[in-house]
T-cell receptor, first 114, second 112 residues
Framework: DAKTTQPNSMESNEEEPVHLPCNHS???????IHWYRQLPSQGPEYVIH???SNVNNRMASLAIAEDRKSSTLILHRATLRDAAVYYC???????????????FGTGTRLQVTL | DGGITQSPKYLFRKEGQNVTLSCEQN?????MYWYRQDPGQGLRLIYY???????QKGDIAEGYSVSREKKESFPLTVTSAQKNPTAFYLC???????????FGNGTRLTVT
């Protein structure tokens, strides 16, 4: 499985944008980039995913480098509720009928302060 | 509301006993997954199932067993052969396509 590298922790002030980086230099052409976040004692929650183009949804934006070897999750205005561990994961491109497994690293612990 | 239900939330067992963790989903997803998480660590894949009556070993399958007799259910048995069973166990599901995983809220197993 392709691996990702993320900083162990980051801090942000509330109401400010947050850019969470992820390196995935060994990404293959068919790997999708997924982001999840996990609050303490809860299961991870899907945030966003993309393949090549930048993606936006109600939770966040995903900026993908042109060579796809890195990506950045952007939280436009951090709130205290955004404090969590954020995981950047590569999901194998799928052949029809195949469920691929996701390999989680240790993620980035985001702290948000007032 | 559709979702994944894991029960119980907390589970305590004596060493040497097998224990089965429940995972039920009503999302009509074909694929289901079991992950283990240790304190301060990421998730590690135990088993996954693409479809009913089929499952594959993940990265740390030793000491665990699963079954997939129904689409909605994917129970995990932690056997006495698992040397360090105390952990947070997470179940997830997804459609067959490259879609996000939906996770349950986990079962925290403590074996003493």
């Amino acid at each position: 499985d392709a691996k990702t590298t993320q900083p162990n922790s980051m801090e942000s002030n509330e109401e400010e944008p947050v850019h969470l980086p992820c390196n995935h230099s060994t990404i293959s052409g068919t790997d999708y980039i997924h982001w999840y976040r996990q609050l303490p004692s809860q299961g991870p929650e899907y945030v966003i995913h993309g393949l090549t183009s930048n993606v936006n949804n109600r939770m966040a934006s995903l900026a993908i480098a042109e060579d796809r070897k890195s990506s950045t999750l952007i939280l436009h205005r951090a709130t205290l509720r955004d404090a969590a561990v954020y995981y950047c994961i590569l999901r194998e491109g799928l052949n029809t009928g195949t469920a691929s497994k996701l390999t989680f690293g240790t993620g980035t612990r985001l702290q948000v302060t007032l | 509301d559709g979702g994944i239900t894991q029960s119980p939330k907390y589970l305590f067992r004596k060493e040497g006993q097998n224990v089965t963790l429940s995972c039920e989903q009503n999302l009509n997803h074909d694929a289901m997954y079991w992950y283990r998480q240790d304190p301060g660590q990421g998730l590690r894949l135990i088993y996954y199932s693409q479809i009913v009556n089929d499952f594959q070993k993940g990265d740390i399958a030793e000491g665990y067993s699963v079954s997939r007799e129904k689409k909605e259910s994917f129970p995990l048995t932690v056997t006495s052969a698992q040397k360090n069973p105390t952990a947070f166990y997470l179940c997830a599901s997804s459609t067959q396509a490259n879609s996000p995983l939906h996770f349950g809220n986990g079962t925290r197993l403590t074996v003493t």
